[in-house]
């Protein structure tokens, strides 16, 4: 990601686009058992992300409590950072999704 991504938006949009990426693969790691498969799409407006998994169902995301640790955060970074992001149910698992334009992040 981070080499397609190089010269890719404004300053410091490669950096949340890795983070985001980072964020929906540990989640799909952690959660499914079944591995996922990222697939990135790049033009010069826009990013799209999309990570698959073979698992159905998500949770809708929560804020965990302040002195939870580290986990749980994942989709609520992706809320927060990028500029759409969302769910697809499949036939086997879902896709996860965000997308960011190519300006400064």
Same mark, same amino acid.
């Given at each position: 990601?981070?080499?397609? +991504?190089?010269?890719?938006?404004?300053? *410091?949009?490669?950096?949340? $686009? %890795?983070?985001?990426?980072? %964020?929906?693969?540990?989640?799909?790691?952690?959660?499914?058992?079944? &591995?996922?498969?990222?697939?990135?799409? #790049? /033009?010069? %407006?826009?990013?799209?992300?999309?990570?698959?998994?073979? /698992?159905? *169902? +998500? $949770?809708?995301?929560?804020?965990?409590?302040?002195?939870? *640790?580290?986990?749980?955060? &994942? +989709?609520? +970074? #992706?809320? $927060?950072?990028?500029?759409?992001?969302?769910?697809?149910?499949?036939? /086997?698992?879902?896709? #996860?999704?965000?997308?960011?334009?190519?300006?400064? $992040?």
């Amino acid at each position: 990601m981070r080499e397609l +991504l190089r010269k890719w938006g404004g300053p *410091g949009a490669s950096d949340v $686009a %890795e983070l985001l990426t980072s %964020e929906l693969v540990t989640n799909a790691l952690i959660h499914t058992e079944h &591995g996922a498969v990222v697939t990135a799409t #790049v /033009v010069p %407006e826009q990013l799209r992300v999309e990570v698959r998994d073979f /698992v159905p *169902g +998500l $949770a809708p995301p929560h804020v965990p409590p302040a002195d939870d *640790g580290t986990h749980g955060r &994942g +989709l609520v +970074l #992706v809320e $927060a950072l990028a500029d759409s992001w969302g769910v697809e149910d499949h036939v /086997v698992g879902k896709v #996860v999704w965000f997308e960011l334009d190519g300006g400064a $992040a």
